[in-house]
């Protein structure tokens, strides 16, 4: 089967793999054609090279064996309770708690990452943009 990736999967496969769940065992099957679009190319390369340095550091501090930090946070007791329901109805085991909370700070810090790019792209014009996708494209085909 031949599989068109999207930039956040291609991403995620190289610095977070742990985020694709159970895709991630169809994507790592050899028979698997994995595709990435031009345009694709274009936006990890152009656009979100800082959310793949922020993932790639955070898996080399992994791999290095970096301790992990403790947080005191402070939520409502709402949050807290529906937040502990919800974990175990889903069987909540030790950690996932913290697992939790790590990603939605992730999540949300990769928005925001990607907010600041869409700003600071925001006068590209649209015969600007084009060209870097033509360029992108050309660039693919090559290395055919």
């Known amino acids: 089967m031949t599989l068109l990736l999207n930039a956040h999967v291609r991403l995620w496969m190289l610095a977070a793999p742990e985020r ?7 994507l790592e ?3 698997q054609e994995l595709l990435l679009s031009a345009a694709n190319s274009w936006e990890i390369a152009s656009s979100t090279i800082s959310v793949a340095c922020a993932w790639t550091l955070r898996r080399i501090d992994r791999y290095a064996g970096a301790m992990d930090t403790r ?14 329901v919800y974990l175990a109805e889903h069987g909540g085991r030790k950690g996932d708690l913290s697992r939790f909370v790590e990603e939605a ?20 014009d649209e015969a600007e943009a084009a060209a870097l ?3 992108a494209l050309r660039w693919a085909r090559a290395g055919r």
């Open 20 to 26: 694709l769940g159970d895709a991630r065992a169809t």
């Open 29 to 31: 099957n050899a028979e």
């Open 71 to 84: 947080w005191t946070i402070k939520v409502s007791q709402e949050v807290d309770r529906n937040l502990r």
């Open 105 to 124: 700070v992730e999540e949300r810090l990769y928005r925001l990452m990607l907010d600041d790019v869409q700003q600071r792209n925001a006068d590209l």
């Open 133 to 135: 996708v033509d360029e």
